[in-house]
């Protein structure tokens, strides 16, 4: 397993063996919210200063980078690798010469052997200053969707044109219908499932409706959302079932009749510190958890 650690100070990827939880390798230091994606042997990732890398996911040497910007980085990447194309987001200078591809925020496609840039799209949106930051992008047979601030977008995969209008998210916060903030998007099948400070929602793949909801507290700093099989994994405190605190409960929910199967807290030496990354391997799940990573059968 390779995973980002530490990524919101000096950090680095690191390589972990599954059959004994030891090291195998360390390499650049990721950007902060960082995913890590591993296909054909290689594992892509966002470091600090805007560069895109490739590498050897045996020995964590590098197969080929795309510099995006030169100085910044500010967009969190969430590399999906689907069909030899890596989907990301990301910030990028602008290109001289080509007023189609000015300085902000991006969604690429790239070439997963070359890192070949194929297509890029801008979640122009008014009164937001060079463009969304889309911040989880869920890769599906022929659609990308992402979250940008209180929108939900769908973009086609073969040309990186809009599928459906992007959809604003609002919901009553403090007595007042207001935009929400949207984060820790995934698949769930028929479904996609994100966040938002007071609902866990289930969107319709076709229009970006809502089909269902579950109430409660949660934070867009680490949502830990994942799924496996047909339970979804996520952290916060729902309004049936609440925690202590929304920060440093993982919870399991039946997808089928949206029932809480179990939760999830350890003792960390700061109080309510929270989960970083969920992954979900062979049937147990790998979390990132204050300076460890704890597998969870």
Request: proline residues 6%; aromatic residues 10%.
């Amino acid at each position: 397993m390779i995973t980002p650690y530490a990524a919101a100070y000096p950090g680095a990827v690191i390589a972990v063996s599954l059959a004994t939880g030891k090291e195998l390798w360390r390499a650049l230091d990721p950007v902060q919210n960082a995913a890590v994606a591993v296909h054909g042997g290689m594992a892509f990732v966002m470091d600090k200063k805007g560069t895109f890398y490739a590498l050897d996911a045996a020995t964590g040497r590098e197969r080929w980078h795309v510099i995006l910007s030169a100085t910044r980085a500010g967009c969190a990447s969430k590399p999906v690798v689907r069909d030899e194309t890596i989907y990301l987001t990301g910030d990028a200078d602008a290109t001289p010469g080509d007023r189609t591809k000015p300085a902000g925020a991006y969604l690429f496609a790239f070439d997963a052997k070359t890192g070949q840039e194929r297509w890029r799209y801008r979640a122009s949106e008014p009164n937001v200053f060079q463009a969304m930051c889309l911040h989880q992008p869920v890769v599906t047979a022929d659609t990308i969707y992402a979250a940008g601030g209180s929108r939900l977008y769908a973009v086609r995969r073969d040309t990186g044109v809009n599928r459906w209008n992007s959809v604003e998210i609002r919901r009553p916060v403090e007595g007042k219908e207001r935009p929400v903030e949207l984060f820790g998007l995934v698949d769930a099948g028929p479904v996609l499932i994100g966040m938002t400070s007071v609902s866990l929602i289930a969107f319709d793949k076709n229009s970006g409706g809502s089909v269902w909801e579950i109430p409660g507290k949660y934070g867009a700093s680490a949502p830990s959302t994942a799924v496996a099989g047909n339970v979804l994994y996520f952290q916060g405190s729902p309004d049936s079932r609440p925690a202590v605190a929304s920060r440093g409960t993982l919870y399991a929910l039946d997808l089928d009749n949206h029932t809480l199967l179990w939760s999830f807290s350890r003792p960390t030496r700061e109080a309510n510190w929270s989960f970083g990354t969920v992954t979900p391997v062979d049937g147990a799940l790998w979390v990132d958890s204050y300076q460890a990573l704890v597998k969870l059968q």
